[in-house]
């Protein structure tokens, strides 16, 4: 939303018996590693004893009131583009269902594209000025530019051929990768959905596969879109593309086509 992270709260759900206290001190130096890397300050926390493992952060920041980046805010004529590949639930699911589905260098791939943060796509697409954003995480692809396109009033027209997967992502998908919130993702837009017969099953699917810490949907004018994507690359942004348009529709429309 073009914010600057200020401050965190560790939020520590941790199971008292089951993983060394080695494991879990590693898991919050890499919490600490990511605030640092991101400008915050790390302020303290909270601990929970939980049987099932979790961890996360309560974080602070500022924005400009005149200068919030929406979801829902998109216009007509706007190109799309997204920041980051998708996959990572499948490969995950994949990974822990049968570790010789996905190899140690794909998931070596998938990890690195879950622990880089947004910051400097967030950064270049405040400076560009663009109309809308939002980030791709628990709702997938397809679920997240069904909620931008349901809060604008607009219609998402998305490109299979042009959306960077990970490599083996469809292939995870036929071999039943999925994850439980696949199907419920994209019943969330059924009512709003159009799927071309030329785009296959198992990319439909990764369409609404729910991504960890994926990257940035961005709605930006067309006159500024090759401008944003040659300086989201240059900050290093790499598998950023234009992967799709925006347009005029009675209350709001997904279309994906091949």
Same mark, same amino acid.
């Given at each position: 939303?073009?914010?600057?992270?200020?401050?965190?709260?560790?939020? %520590?759900?941790?199971?008292? *018996?089951? +993983?060394?206290?080695?494991?879990? @001190?590693?898991?919050?130096?890499?919490? /600490?590693?990511?605030?640092?890397? $991101?400008?915050?300050? +790390? +302020?303290?926390?909270?601990?929970?004893?939980?049987?099932? /493992? *979790?961890?996360?952060?309560?974080?602070?920041?500022? #924005?400009?009131? =005149? *200068? #919030?980046?929406? @979801?829902?805010?998109? *216009?007509?004529?706007?190109?799309?583009i997204l920041t980051k590949r998708i996959g990572t639930g499948v490969i995950l699911s994949g990974r822990r269902k049968k570790a010789r589905w996905v190899p140690d260098d794909l998931l070596t791939e998938a990890v690195r594209s879950?622990? $880089? /943060? @947004?910051?400097? $796509?967030?950064?270049?697409? #405040? =400076? %560009?000025?663009?109309? $809308?954003a939002t980030d791709v995480t628990g709702f997938g692809l397809g679920g997240h530019a069904g909620e931008v396109a349901r809060g604008s009033g607009v219609g998402f027209r998305l490109f299979a051929s042009k959306v960077p997967f990970f490599d083996g992502a469809a292939e995870l998908v036929t071999r039943g990768a999925t994850t439980r919130v696949t199907g419920t993702n994209l019943e969330s837009v059924r009512e709003i959905l159009t799927v071309d017969p030329g785009v296959s099953e198992s990319v439909q699917t990764l369409f609404f596969d729910p991504q960890t810490s994926g990257g940035l949907l961005i709605s930006v004018p067309s006159e500024r879109a090759d401008a944003l994507l040659a300086a989201l690359r240059a900050a290093g942004v790499a598998d950023s593309a234009v992967i799709g348009e925006v347009f005029r529709a009675p209350g709001a429309r997904l279309e994906i086509l091949p």
């Open positions: 939303m073009g914010g600057v992270p200020l401050t965190a709260l560790n939020i %520590c759900c941790f199971p008292e *018996k089951g +993983l060394p206290v080695e494991d879990l @001190n590693e898991i919050l130096l890499g919490g /600490l590693d990511k605030i640092r890397e $991101a400008g915050a300050r +790390l +302020l303290g926390g909270h601990t929970v004893q939980d049987e099932e /493992l *979790k961890y996360g952060l309560s974080v602070n920041g500022l #924005v400009h009131p =005149e *200068k #919030v980046v929406r @979801n829902s805010t998109a *216009k007509p004529g706007d190109c799309i879950m622990a $880089a /943060l @947004n910051r400097d $796509a967030a950064r270049v697409m #405040v =400076e %560009c000025g663009v109309s $809308a």
